[in-house]
């Protein structure tokens, strides 16, 4: 089991850009795969992207995830941001290799960070 601390939200412009650090405790996080999940107001928490246990780095659209190892951290960068990526974001881990985008895959999760995009 490893606990998780997301960091980094807060208040963006439209367009800008962020970085939202997961740091792990417990365990080594490069022994899980990890994913990025964000919940917006009155909406059903959703996948944004995952990170295989083998792997550096991910990449999907506007979002990249990258491990620090040395840090025992993985970040999710998320570029020109709009007013719909408001939300909650967490991360999660699990210890399967395979990279999942389903919540149930996940046993592990932190306990968010608030992201607003408004100007």
């Known amino acids: 089991q490893v606990q998780l601390v997301e960091s980094g939200g807060g208040l963006v412009q439209p367009g800008g850009s962020l970085t939202l650090s997961c740091a792990a405790s417990g365990d080594r996080l490069d022994r899980y795969s990890v994913g990025w999940f964000r919940q917006a107001p009155g909406k059903a928490r959703e996948a944004i992207i995952c990170?295989?246990?083998f792997s550096a780095t991910a990449a999907k659209g506007r979002f990249f995830s990258s491990r620090n190892i040395a840090k025992n951290t993985v970040s999710l960068q998320v570029r020109n941001l709009e007013s719909e990526d408001t939300a909650v974001y967490y991360c999660?881990?699990?210890?399967?290799?395979?990279?999942?985008?389903?919540?149930?895959?996940?046993?592990?999760w932190g306990q968010g960070t608030q992201v607003t995009v408004s100007s």
């Open positions: 990170i295989s246990k």
């Open positions: 999660a881990a699990q210890q399967s290799p395979a990279c999942s985008l389903q919540e149930t895959s996940y046993g592990d």
